[in-house]
Protein backbone atom coordinates (compact mmCIF):
# COMPACT_ATOMS: atom_id res chain seq x y z
CA UNK A 1 0.00 0.00 0.00
CA UNK A 2 1.22 3.48 -1.13
CA UNK A 3 2.06 6.02 1.55
CA UNK A 4 -1.39 7.80 0.34
CA UNK A 5 -3.37 5.43 -0.59
CA UNK A 6 -6.62 5.18 1.76
CA UNK A 7 -8.15 2.45 3.05
CA UNK A 8 -11.91 2.57 3.47
CA UNK A 9 -14.44 1.03 5.94
CA UNK A 10 -18.13 1.20 5.23
CA UNK A 11 -20.79 0.13 7.94
CA UNK A 12 -24.29 1.86 7.44
CA UNK A 13 -23.28 5.56 8.11
CA UNK A 14 -19.97 4.82 9.36
CA UNK A 15 -17.16 5.97 7.09
CA UNK A 16 -13.35 5.02 7.61
CA UNK A 17 -10.70 6.68 6.16
CA UNK A 18 -7.35 7.29 6.75
CA UNK A 19 -4.25 9.36 5.21
CA UNK A 20 -1.74 6.80 5.51
CA UNK A 21 0.78 10.14 5.75
CA UNK A 22 -1.02 11.24 8.72
CA UNK A 23 0.20 8.51 11.66
CA UNK A 24 -2.63 10.11 14.46
CA UNK A 25 -5.25 9.54 11.63
CA UNK A 26 -4.30 6.14 10.90
CA UNK A 27 -4.09 4.88 14.71
CA UNK A 28 -7.71 6.60 14.86
CA UNK A 29 -8.93 4.98 12.16
CA UNK A 30 -7.88 1.52 13.17
CA UNK A 31 -9.69 2.31 16.55
CA UNK A 32 -12.82 3.25 15.38
CA UNK A 33 -12.53 0.52 12.86
CA UNK A 34 -11.87 -1.60 15.62
CA UNK A 35 -14.58 -0.83 17.94
CA UNK A 36 -17.04 -1.49 14.38
CA UNK A 37 -15.89 -5.23 14.36
CA UNK A 38 -16.54 -5.94 17.79
CA UNK A 39 -19.60 -4.22 17.70
CA UNK A 40 -21.15 -6.53 14.39
CA UNK A 41 -18.90 -9.69 15.71
CA UNK A 42 -20.87 -9.91 18.70
CA UNK A 43 -23.99 -9.69 17.11
CA UNK A 44 -22.72 -12.32 14.74
CA UNK A 45 -22.01 -14.44 17.39
CA UNK A 46 -25.25 -14.12 19.51
CA UNK A 47 -27.35 -14.75 16.00
CA UNK A 48 -25.01 -18.38 15.79
CA UNK A 49 -25.90 -19.51 19.37
CA UNK A 50 -29.45 -18.99 18.66
CA UNK A 51 -29.27 -21.40 15.13
CA UNK A 52 -30.19 -18.26 12.97
CA UNK A 53 -27.10 -17.44 11.21
CA UNK A 54 -27.42 -14.04 9.65
CA UNK A 55 -25.56 -14.07 5.65
CA UNK A 56 -26.08 -10.50 6.08
CA UNK A 57 -24.19 -9.93 9.38
CA UNK A 58 -21.42 -12.43 8.55
CA UNK A 59 -20.36 -10.51 5.13
CA UNK A 60 -20.85 -7.26 6.92
CA UNK A 61 -17.76 -8.51 9.73
CA UNK A 62 -15.86 -9.67 7.07
CA UNK A 63 -15.85 -6.57 4.97
CA UNK A 64 -15.17 -4.57 8.40
CA UNK A 65 -12.44 -7.45 9.45
CA UNK A 66 -11.25 -6.53 5.68
CA UNK A 67 -10.90 -2.67 6.65
CA UNK A 68 -9.13 -3.32 10.09
CA UNK A 69 -7.04 -5.64 8.13
CA UNK A 70 -5.89 -2.56 5.66
CA UNK A 71 -5.42 -0.12 8.54
CA UNK A 72 -3.10 -2.11 10.16
CA UNK A 73 -1.49 -3.04 7.44
CA UNK A 74 -0.84 1.28 7.35
CA UNK A 75 0.02 1.33 10.95
CA UNK A 76 2.74 -1.59 10.82
CA UNK A 77 4.12 0.44 7.59
CA UNK A 78 4.61 3.30 9.77
CA UNK A 79 5.98 1.64 12.16
CA UNK A 80 8.67 -0.05 9.79
CA UNK A 81 9.63 3.58 8.43
CA UNK A 82 10.05 4.81 11.81
CA UNK A 83 12.42 2.00 12.14
CA UNK A 84 14.18 2.46 9.05
CA UNK A 85 14.90 6.09 9.85
CA UNK A 86 16.43 5.14 13.39
CA UNK A 87 18.73 2.12 11.51
CA UNK A 88 19.64 4.41 8.73
CA UNK A 89 20.21 8.13 10.90
CA UNK A 90 16.97 9.11 8.52
CA UNK A 91 18.54 9.62 5.57
CA UNK A 92 19.53 13.32 5.81
CA UNK A 93 22.91 12.83 5.30
CA UNK A 94 24.94 13.75 2.24
CA UNK A 95 26.92 11.67 -0.49
CA UNK A 96 30.19 10.34 1.74
CA UNK A 97 32.21 10.81 -1.44
CA UNK A 98 30.42 12.87 -3.83
CA UNK A 99 33.19 12.78 -6.57
CA UNK A 100 33.02 8.44 -6.25
CA UNK A 101 29.05 8.88 -6.22
CA UNK A 102 28.78 11.68 -9.19
CA UNK A 103 30.90 8.96 -10.91
CA UNK A 104 28.52 5.79 -10.22
CA UNK A 105 25.84 8.19 -11.70
CA UNK A 106 27.42 8.71 -15.12
CA UNK A 107 28.83 4.57 -15.19
CA UNK A 108 25.04 3.50 -14.50
CA UNK A 109 23.68 5.94 -17.83
CA UNK A 110 26.77 5.20 -20.24
CA UNK A 111 29.46 3.05 -18.43
CA UNK A 112 31.69 6.01 -17.92
CA UNK A 113 34.55 5.29 -15.67
CA UNK A 114 36.35 8.16 -14.72
CA UNK A 115 39.49 8.22 -12.29
CA UNK A 116 37.13 8.64 -9.40
CA UNK A 117 35.88 5.49 -10.02
CA UNK A 118 38.34 3.50 -8.06
CA UNK A 119 36.57 2.07 -5.18
CA UNK A 120 35.83 -0.85 -7.63
CA UNK A 121 38.49 -2.86 -9.34
CA UNK A 122 36.74 -5.99 -11.22
CA UNK A 123 37.99 -5.34 -14.51
CA UNK A 124 34.61 -6.75 -16.17
CA UNK A 125 32.58 -3.96 -14.81
CA UNK A 126 31.49 -4.57 -11.04
CA UNK A 127 32.26 -1.61 -8.71
CA UNK A 128 30.77 -1.49 -4.94
CA UNK A 129 28.51 0.80 -4.60
CA UNK A 130 28.62 4.22 -3.04
CA UNK A 131 27.41 3.97 0.76
CA UNK A 132 24.42 6.30 0.45
CA UNK A 133 23.24 4.00 -2.36
CA UNK A 134 23.60 0.83 -0.19
CA UNK A 135 22.31 2.46 2.60
CA UNK A 136 18.99 3.49 0.47
CA UNK A 137 18.74 -0.40 -0.09
CA UNK A 138 19.28 -1.33 3.58
CA UNK A 139 16.53 1.25 4.71
CA UNK A 140 13.91 -0.43 2.14
CA UNK A 141 14.79 -3.71 2.96
CA UNK A 142 13.78 -2.64 7.08
CA UNK A 143 10.60 -1.44 5.63
CA UNK A 144 9.87 -3.99 3.57
CA UNK A 145 11.17 -7.52 5.64
CA UNK A 146 9.78 -8.36 8.67
CA UNK A 147 12.71 -10.38 10.23
CA UNK A 148 14.90 -7.29 9.97
CA UNK A 149 12.77 -5.14 12.29
CA UNK A 150 12.85 -7.14 15.20
CA UNK A 151 16.15 -9.58 14.67
CA UNK A 152 19.67 -8.88 15.40
CA UNK A 153 21.58 -7.66 12.94
CA UNK A 154 25.59 -8.12 12.69
CA UNK A 155 27.61 -6.50 10.03
CA UNK A 156 30.59 -8.44 8.74
CA UNK A 157 34.03 -8.41 6.29
CA UNK A 158 34.75 -11.74 6.16
CA UNK A 159 32.67 -14.79 4.57
CA UNK A 160 30.85 -16.06 7.90
CA UNK A 161 30.71 -15.02 11.45
CA UNK A 162 31.34 -18.02 14.46
CA UNK A 163 29.16 -17.77 18.17
CA UNK A 164 31.01 -20.07 20.83
CA UNK A 165 28.47 -21.57 23.39
CA UNK A 166 29.79 -22.76 26.81
CA UNK A 167 27.68 -26.11 27.11
CA UNK A 168 28.42 -25.91 31.03
CA UNK A 169 30.69 -28.09 32.72
CA UNK A 170 32.87 -25.38 35.28
CA UNK A 171 33.41 -27.07 38.35
CA UNK A 172 33.72 -24.93 41.53
CA UNK A 173 33.63 -25.91 45.61
CA UNK A 174 34.29 -25.34 49.31
CA UNK A 175 37.62 -24.01 50.55
CA UNK A 176 38.71 -23.41 53.89
CA UNK A 177 41.26 -19.67 54.56
CA UNK A 178 44.34 -22.21 54.13
CA UNK A 179 43.34 -25.67 51.95
CA UNK A 180 43.75 -26.08 49.02
CA UNK A 181 42.80 -25.26 45.95
CA UNK A 182 42.56 -28.12 43.43
CA UNK A 183 41.90 -27.63 39.66
CA UNK A 184 38.55 -27.81 38.69
CA UNK A 185 36.49 -29.14 35.17
CA UNK A 186 36.37 -26.74 32.79
CA UNK A 187 33.39 -25.84 30.61
CA UNK A 188 32.79 -27.37 27.26
CA UNK A 189 32.40 -24.93 24.26
CA UNK A 190 30.82 -25.39 20.84
CA UNK A 191 30.66 -23.45 17.81
CA UNK A 192 28.12 -22.48 15.41
CA UNK A 193 28.81 -20.27 11.96
CA UNK A 194 26.79 -18.27 10.29
CA UNK A 195 27.91 -18.71 6.41
CA UNK A 196 26.46 -15.83 4.08
CA UNK A 197 24.58 -16.72 0.81
CA UNK A 198 24.70 -14.51 -2.18
CA UNK A 199 21.46 -12.91 -2.76
CA UNK A 200 20.85 -11.27 -6.38
CA UNK A 201 18.31 -9.08 -8.85
CA UNK A 202 18.85 -8.91 -12.62
CA UNK A 203 17.08 -5.97 -13.13
CA UNK A 204 17.43 -4.53 -16.95
CA UNK A 205 16.72 -1.47 -18.89
CA UNK A 206 17.74 -0.66 -22.83
CA UNK A 207 20.49 1.92 -23.79
CA UNK A 208 18.01 3.88 -24.99
CA UNK A 209 16.40 4.11 -21.97
CA UNK A 210 19.58 5.13 -20.11
CA UNK A 211 20.55 7.68 -22.41
CA UNK A 212 17.54 9.47 -22.65
CA UNK A 213 16.12 9.39 -19.07
CA UNK A 214 15.13 11.72 -17.11
CA UNK A 215 14.49 10.03 -14.05
CA UNK A 216 16.73 9.08 -11.19
CA UNK A 217 18.08 5.60 -12.70
CA UNK A 218 19.57 4.54 -9.06
CA UNK A 219 16.12 5.46 -7.20
CA UNK A 220 14.67 3.08 -9.95
CA UNK A 221 17.68 0.20 -9.91
CA UNK A 222 17.24 0.36 -5.68
CA UNK A 223 13.92 -0.11 -5.75
CA UNK A 224 14.18 -3.28 -8.24
CA UNK A 225 16.93 -4.44 -5.97
CA UNK A 226 15.03 -4.05 -2.76
CA UNK A 227 11.74 -5.98 -4.23
CA UNK A 228 13.91 -8.71 -4.95
CA UNK A 229 15.53 -9.03 -1.82
CA UNK A 230 12.43 -8.48 -0.07
CA UNK A 231 11.11 -11.13 -1.16
CA UNK A 232 13.78 -13.82 -0.93
CA UNK A 233 15.20 -12.85 2.56
CA UNK A 234 11.34 -13.20 3.91
CA UNK A 235 11.05 -16.38 2.90
CA UNK A 236 14.73 -17.13 3.72
CA UNK A 237 14.24 -15.90 7.38
CA UNK A 238 11.33 -18.36 8.11
CA UNK A 239 11.98 -21.14 6.59
CA UNK A 240 15.29 -21.14 5.04
CA UNK A 241 17.31 -25.02 4.20
CA UNK A 242 20.64 -22.73 5.10
CA UNK A 243 21.81 -23.71 1.86
CA UNK A 244 23.43 -21.06 -0.05
CA UNK A 245 20.95 -19.16 1.73
CA UNK A 246 19.98 -18.24 5.73
CA UNK A 247 18.58 -20.57 7.99
CA UNK A 248 14.90 -20.23 8.76
CA UNK A 249 14.03 -19.86 12.41
CA UNK A 250 10.79 -22.76 11.83
CA UNK A 251 13.51 -25.27 10.84
CA UNK A 252 14.84 -25.01 14.21
CA UNK A 253 12.16 -26.36 16.49
CA UNK A 254 11.31 -29.58 17.66
CA UNK A 255 10.79 -31.63 14.97
CA UNK A 256 12.34 -29.27 12.27
CA UNK A 257 14.75 -29.89 9.77
CA UNK A 258 17.86 -28.39 11.93
CA UNK A 259 16.09 -29.29 14.99
CA UNK A 260 19.29 -30.88 15.47
CA UNK A 261 22.05 -28.07 14.28
CA UNK A 262 22.31 -25.63 17.45
CA UNK A 263 24.83 -26.74 19.80
CA UNK A 264 22.07 -25.22 22.87
CA UNK A 265 19.41 -27.07 21.36
CA UNK A 266 16.14 -26.85 19.44
CA UNK A 267 13.45 -24.08 19.73
CA UNK A 268 10.50 -25.69 22.69
CA UNK A 269 7.13 -26.16 21.07
CA UNK A 270 4.04 -25.73 22.33
CA UNK A 271 1.15 -28.53 20.75
CA UNK A 272 -2.16 -27.67 20.25
CA UNK A 273 -5.04 -29.50 20.41
CA UNK A 274 -6.19 -29.38 17.04
CA UNK A 275 -4.81 -29.98 13.31
CA UNK A 276 -6.49 -26.54 12.05
CA UNK A 277 -7.66 -24.12 14.36
CA UNK A 278 -6.08 -21.88 16.87
CA UNK A 279 -7.71 -21.11 20.40
CA UNK A 280 -7.23 -18.72 22.88
CA UNK A 281 -5.30 -20.95 25.15
CA UNK A 282 -2.60 -21.81 23.35
CA UNK A 283 -1.49 -18.22 22.45
CA UNK A 284 -1.54 -18.22 26.60
CA UNK A 285 0.74 -21.36 26.36
CA UNK A 286 2.92 -20.00 24.42
CA UNK A 287 3.50 -17.24 26.18
CA UNK A 288 3.79 -18.83 29.39
CA UNK A 289 6.38 -21.30 28.15
CA UNK A 290 8.94 -18.52 27.35
CA UNK A 291 11.42 -17.63 30.75
CA UNK A 292 9.88 -14.26 32.23
CA UNK A 293 13.97 -13.39 31.78
CA UNK A 294 12.82 -13.70 27.77
CA UNK A 295 9.73 -11.79 27.96
CA UNK A 296 10.31 -8.31 28.10
CA UNK A 297 10.94 -7.19 24.19
CA UNK A 298 8.09 -10.64 23.43
CA UNK A 299 6.32 -10.27 20.48
CA UNK A 300 4.12 -13.06 18.02
CA UNK A 301 4.76 -13.33 15.03
CA UNK A 302 1.96 -14.77 12.37
CA UNK A 303 0.92 -14.50 8.76
CA UNK A 304 -2.30 -12.37 7.75
CA UNK A 305 -4.86 -15.38 7.71
CA UNK A 306 -3.86 -16.91 11.31
CA UNK A 307 -3.87 -13.03 12.51
CA UNK A 308 -7.69 -12.66 11.32
CA UNK A 309 -8.53 -15.68 13.22
CA UNK A 310 -6.29 -13.68 16.37
CA UNK A 311 -8.11 -10.84 16.15
CA UNK A 312 -11.84 -13.22 17.10
CA UNK A 313 -10.15 -14.68 19.68
CA UNK A 314 -11.96 -13.80 23.50
CA UNK A 315 -10.38 -14.32 27.38
CA UNK A 316 -13.36 -16.25 29.84
CA UNK A 317 -14.42 -12.79 30.51
CA UNK A 318 -15.29 -12.48 26.34
CA UNK A 319 -12.30 -9.44 26.00
CA UNK A 320 -10.82 -9.38 22.89
CA UNK A 321 -7.47 -11.00 23.25
CA UNK A 322 -6.06 -8.28 20.19
CA UNK A 323 -5.76 -4.97 20.76
CA UNK A 324 -4.88 -1.75 18.14
CA UNK A 325 -2.28 0.26 18.32
CA UNK A 326 -2.72 3.43 20.37
CA UNK A 327 0.09 5.29 19.17
CA UNK A 328 1.54 5.99 16.32
CA UNK A 329 4.15 4.17 14.95
CA UNK A 330 3.53 1.56 17.81
CA UNK A 331 2.10 -2.00 16.22
CA UNK A 332 -0.76 -3.59 18.10
CA UNK A 333 -0.85 -5.99 20.23
CA UNK A 334 -2.13 -9.36 21.14
CA UNK A 335 -2.52 -10.40 25.05
CA UNK A 336 -0.79 -7.29 25.68
CA UNK A 337 2.40 -8.06 23.43
CA UNK A 338 3.07 -6.72 19.90
CA UNK A 339 2.28 -8.61 17.06
CA UNK A 340 4.18 -8.70 13.34
CA UNK A 341 2.62 -9.87 10.58
CA UNK A 342 4.65 -11.90 8.10
CA UNK A 343 3.70 -13.50 4.66
CA UNK A 344 6.18 -16.39 4.96
CA UNK A 345 4.83 -18.12 8.06
CA UNK A 346 2.56 -21.02 7.32
CA UNK A 347 -1.17 -21.16 7.87
CA UNK A 348 -2.47 -23.62 10.31
CA UNK A 349 -2.21 -27.22 8.89
CA UNK A 350 -1.34 -30.71 10.64
CA UNK A 351 2.26 -30.13 12.14
CA UNK A 352 2.59 -26.92 10.77
CA UNK A 353 3.84 -23.71 13.04
CA UNK A 354 2.06 -21.06 12.21
CA UNK A 355 2.80 -18.62 15.22
CA UNK A 356 6.19 -17.74 17.33
CA UNK A 357 6.53 -15.84 20.04
CA UNK A 358 9.66 -14.34 21.87
CA UNK A 359 12.30 -12.11 21.85
CA UNK A 360 13.84 -12.36 17.93
CA UNK A 361 16.71 -9.61 18.93
CA UNK A 362 18.27 -12.61 21.17
CA UNK A 363 16.69 -14.99 19.22
CA UNK A 364 17.58 -14.51 15.82
CA UNK A 365 20.47 -13.51 14.15
CA UNK A 366 21.25 -11.49 10.17
CA UNK A 367 24.60 -11.37 9.18
CA UNK A 368 25.25 -8.93 6.59
CA UNK A 369 28.58 -8.95 4.50
CA UNK A 370 29.58 -5.60 4.40
CA UNK A 371 28.80 -3.55 0.59
CA UNK A 372 26.87 -3.94 -2.38
CA UNK A 373 28.49 -5.19 -5.70
CA UNK A 374 26.84 -3.90 -8.83
CA UNK A 375 27.71 -5.52 -12.44
CA UNK A 376 27.32 -3.41 -15.69
CA UNK A 377 26.13 -6.03 -18.41
CA UNK A 378 25.62 -4.51 -21.81
CA UNK A 379 26.60 -7.46 -23.81
CA UNK A 380 24.94 -10.59 -22.90
CA UNK A 381 21.16 -9.44 -23.68
CA UNK A 382 21.13 -6.70 -26.26
CA UNK A 383 19.84 -3.65 -26.50
CA UNK A 384 19.04 -4.44 -22.61
CA UNK A 385 21.86 -3.52 -20.12
CA UNK A 386 21.74 -5.60 -17.03
CA UNK A 387 22.60 -4.78 -13.63
CA UNK A 388 23.42 -7.57 -11.59
CA UNK A 389 23.48 -6.39 -8.03
CA UNK A 390 24.52 -9.08 -5.45
CA UNK A 391 24.90 -9.07 -1.67
CA UNK A 392 26.30 -11.31 0.78
CA UNK A 393 23.33 -12.43 3.48
CA UNK A 394 23.03 -15.18 5.88
CA UNK A 395 20.98 -16.06 9.33
CA UNK A 396 20.47 -17.87 12.06
CA UNK A 397 18.89 -19.02 15.05
CA UNK A 398 21.31 -17.40 18.04
CA UNK A 399 19.17 -18.71 20.90
CA UNK A 400 16.68 -21.31 20.90
CA UNK A 401 15.45 -20.41 24.13
CA UNK A 402 14.76 -17.06 23.40
CA UNK A 403 11.75 -18.11 21.27
CA UNK A 404 9.13 -20.51 21.43
CA UNK A 405 6.70 -21.88 18.47
CA UNK A 406 2.98 -23.36 18.20
CA UNK A 407 3.18 -26.61 16.40
CA UNK A 408 -0.43 -27.53 15.08
CA UNK A 409 -1.96 -30.98 15.94
CA UNK A 410 -0.93 -34.47 13.84
CA UNK A 411 -3.54 -36.14 11.86
Known amino acids: MSMHQRPALTRGILDV ?29 KALKKGQEDVVKTAEVDKINAAVDALHKVVDDQAAQITALKVGGGGSEGPVDAEYSTAFKAWFKRETVSAALTKGTDAEGGFLAPVEWDRTI ?51 LAPLDFITGEL ?14 QVDLEEWIANEVETEFARQEGIAFVAGDGVNKPRGFLTYATGGSAANVHPAGAIPTTVAGSATAITADNMLDLIYALPQSMSQN ?40 PVTEM ?55 IDPNALRVLRMAAA
Open 298 to 337: ARFVMNRNVLAAARKLKDTTGAYLWQPSVQAGEPSQLLGY
Open 200 to 213: YANPAASQQLLDDA
Open 343 to 397: AAMPNPAVNAYPVAFGDFKRGYLIVDRFGIRVLRDAYTNKPFVHFYTTKRVGGGV
Open 138 to 188: TNKLVEVSPMRQIAGVQEISGSGFRKLYNLGGFGSGWVGETAARPMTSTGT
Open 17 to 45: RADASDPKAAVAALNQAWEAFKSSHADEV
